[in-house]
């Protein structure tokens, strides 16, 4: 009888020392585990009513892509619209551009971006909003966008922007009702770039301009230079030529 006792408090203790372990076991590996990153790209396919198309900047998604792809970060895509978004900057003489339009996986993805009612911010590390022309027109003032990247800060992660994509982050608000921007540096397409392409007076607002609006501590290089600036968890680029720079600032901070 006092064996049998024994063995059943043996048996108990082996099986309280097996579960604690599973417990540990599944907890680390959920710490371990990579949140995905969410890429947003706009939906908009024309510059005011000049007749130019416009749409997604693709270097502006390839570079980041290929930096936080090859560091085993899964992506998704989400637009304003859902579907299919429109490109511009089409350049498959860009090695990246080529890799990541010829990625049979990334290319179904982009081409069935998600809807911003689709979104769970909860899946998601960072928010990286792409630039392209387009950005202008539908980024600002999509509530759902701004809904799910201010969840996504508020959860620790990441919000970041190249080129026109910053135009997302100027409606953010936080649960302490300040925007996002506000009191930290950040960087975007300038007002002097805008000049350089004629489109000062196309697009509905300078992006300069309204990110200053905010109480963002705008930071800016010459024309068409790498400038990247991170602040609290912000990651901004001021142009196409800042795009992979971004990625591998998203990847840095990411690995914190």
Same mark, same amino acid.
């Given at each position: 009888?006092?064996?049998?006792?024994?063995?059943?408090?043996?048996? /108990?203790?082996?099986?309280?020392?097996?579960?604690?372990?599973?417990?540990?076991?599944?907890?680390? !590996?959920?710490?371990?585990?990579?949140?995905? *990153?969410?890429?947003? =790209?706009?939906?908009?396919? !024309?510059?005011?009513?000049t007749g130019q198309e416009t749409g997604y900047y693709l270097?502006?998604?390839?570079?980041?892509?290929? %930096?936080?792809?090859? &560091?085993? #970060?899964? *992506?998704?895509?989400?637009?304003? !619209?859902?579907?299919?978004?429109?490109?511009?900057?089409?350049?498959?003489? +860009?090695? %990246?551009?080529?890799?990541?339009?010829?990625? $049979?996986? #990334?290319?179904?993805?982009?081409?069935?971006? /998600?809807?911003?009612?689709?979104?769970?911010?909860?899946? #998601?590390?960072? *928010?990286?909003?792409?630039? @392209?022309?387009?950005?202008?027109? +539908?980024?600002?003032?999509?509530?759902?966008?701004?809904?799910?990247?201010?969840?996504?800060?508020?959860?620790?992660?990441?919000?970041?922007?190249?080129?026109? @994509?910053?135009? @997302?982050?100027?409606?953010? $608000?936080?649960?302490?009702?300040?925007? /996002?921007?506000?009191?930290? $540096?950040?960087? &975007?397409?300038?007002?002097?770039?805008?000049?350089?392409?004629? /489109?000062?007076? %196309? %697009?509905?607002?300078?992006?300069?301009? $309204?990110?200053?609006?905010?109480?963002?501590?705008?930071?800016?290089?010459?024309?068409?230079?790498?400038? =990247? =600036?991170? +602040?609290?968890?912000?990651?901004?680029?001021?142009?196409?030529?800042?795009?992979?720079?971004?990625?591998?600032?998203?990847?840095?901070?990411?690995?914190?």
């Amino acid at each position: 009888m006092a064996n049998l006792k024994h063995m059943k408090k043996l048996a /108990l203790l082996i099986f309280s020392i097996f579960t604690i372990g599973f417990i540990q076991a599944q907890t680390k !590996k959920s710490k371990n585990m990579k949140k995905k *990153i969410l890429f947003v =790209v706009t939906s908009h396919d !024309k510059k005011g009513d000049t007749g130019q198309e416009t749409g997604y900047y693709l270097g502006e998604v390839s570079h980041p892509w290929e %930096v936080l792809h090859k &560091a085993g #970060y899964e *992506i998704d895509f989400v637009s304003p !619209k859902g579907g299919t978004p429109p490109v511009d900057g089409f350049d498959l003489k +860009d090695p %990246v551009n080529k890799e990541f339009w010829e990625n $049979k996986e #990334y290319k179904n993805k982009i081409d069935h971006s /998600l809807q911003p009612s689709q979104v769970n911010p909860n899946d #998601y590390s960072t *928010i990286f909003y792409a630039g @392209g022309h387009g950005a202008m027109w +539908d980024f600002a003032d999509n509530t759902e966008l701004a809904a799910i990247a201010s969840k996504i800060y508020e959860n620790g992660g990441i919000v970041a922007g190249v080129c026109h @994509g910053p135009a @997302g982050l100027v409606n953010i $608000k936080l649960n302490n009702g300040k925007y /996002l921007v506000d009191g930290k $540096k950040i960087n &975007a397409f300038t007002n002097e770039e805008e000049s350089e392409v004629k /489109l000062t007076h %196309v %697009v509905p607002f300078l992006l300069e301009d $309204k990110l200053k609006e905010r109480g963002a501590k705008f930071e800016k290089s010459g024309l068409w230079q790498n400038h =990247v =600036v991170t +602040d609290q968890r912000v990651i901004t680029g001021q142009n196409p030529q800042s795009a992979k720079s971004v990625g591998e600032a998203i990847l840095k901070e990411l690995n914190k």
